[in-house]
């Protein structure tokens, strides 16, 4: 690749809505002077990634390319660029730019960018289409690789870009910690991290899920104890215990149950996303003076810092590496709860 031309690199697209992914090529803009550009060797499968697809959070662009979850390695620089060398392991996550100035930026939420952060796909501020990780090749700005320590495996790193992050950020605005009692709701992609994360930051850690189907993984990720929700016993046992609850379910639930479970003080923290408005009795808030929060991934700092973290944790994701033409096959086993607990795709397979 020339500084100059527009490549275009083979990636695996949805045509359209709600259609399969097939292979095909995408354009990818030149390396400017601040540009790094990254082979893909891995691409996390985000449950997201299946909600874009299918028009769940509304009309977005086709063909679309999904993938935020990127792991790589940088095979040619700008003129300009400081933060990386050729070689280095690099990570890309939900956004590729931002403006950088506006006070979410210089606050280092730059996923909250004033001007409209660029997402990693489907869509810029501009309105123009963005395409994501299920590629072979990306170019994005040396502010918005992350570097990846050696100490995790590539595949292993690369659902940490979007699900790690997920969960990290909540874990440590709200301090889990050493003397705290943490409820993870859910043991998905986003969940598996949660628990890992919030016990490698010292944390007591309760799963929540709806059966007790995967109560051995979650002692083996470390949880202390695993509960079924499906079981009303449960929100009378555990009233009144977590100083933290981070939800990690994208459907509609029972908030105020969940609230039962608080300390006073204590904070349930939503990061799924249902299509569908929740709602909730404010008894259930104001009693015990409780909080209920939301959080959307973290900053390039934060992300960064969670990267280091895992690293020195020896913390990466369980995965499926899967070849590209099995993707379609992966998204009908997320949907149906059949994965543990990430699928990553080896993009070596989409050339
Ligand atoms: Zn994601
Ligand atoms: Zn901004």
């Known amino acids: 690749m020339s500084n100059t031309d527009v490549t275009t690199v083979a990636a695996y697209a949805a045509p359209a809505p709600q259609s399969p992914l097939a292979r095909t090529t995408v354009p990818r803009r030149p390396v400017g002077d601040n540009d790094v550009l990254i082979e893909i060797k891995y691409c996390g499968i985000c449950h997201s990634d299946i909600h874009q697809v299918n028009e769940d959070w509304g009309q977005a662009p086709f063909p679309m390319v999904p993938g935020h979850e990127i792991a790589g390695i940088v095979t040619q620089v700008g003129s300009a660029v400081t933060r990386h060398e050729v070689g280095d392991r690099v ?185 569908e408005p929740n709602s909730i009795n404010m008894f259930s808030l104001i009693g015990g003076n409780k909080n209920l929060a939301g959080s959307m991934v973290g900053g390039i700092a934060e992300t960064q810092a969670m990267l280091d973290f895992c690293a020195q944790h020896n913390l990466g994701a369980d995965i499926e590496v899967i070849p590209a033409d099995k993707i379609n096959e992966a998204y009908e086993r997320v949907l149906a709860g059949d994965v543990r607990y990430r699928f990553v795709i080896d993009t070596a397979t989409i050339a």
């Open 91 to 275: 990570g890309v996550g939900c956004f590729v730019d931002s403006c950088r100035t506006c006070e979410n930026c210089v606050a280092g939420l730059e996923q909250f960018c004033l001007n409209g952060a660029t997402g990693t796909y489907p869509i810029g501020p501009d309105g123009e289409p963005t395409y994501g990780g299920y590629s072979t090749h990306i170019v994005v700005a040396e502010d918005f690789a992350l570097s990846i320590p050696e100490g995790i495996s590539l595949e292993e790193a690369a659902p940490l870009l979007c699900a790690g992050i997920t969960l990290y950020s909540p874990l440590t605005r709200w301090n889990a910690g050493p003397g705290k009692k943490v409820a993870i709701v859910g043991l998905g992609g986003l969940g598996h991290m949660g628990v890992k994360i919030a016990n490698a930051l010292g944390a007591d850690v309760t799963v929540l899920s709806q059966s007790l189907r995967k109560k051995d993984d979650g002692l083996r990720l470390g949880a202390k104890a695993f509960h079924a929700t499906s079981d009303p016993e449960t929100f009378t046992k555990l009233a009144g215990t977590f100083d933290l609850i981070v939800s990690t379910v994208s459907a509609n639930m029972d908030l105020d149950a969940y609230l039962g479970l608080l300390r006073s003080g204590g904070t349930f923290v939503n990061v799924g996303a249902p299509g």
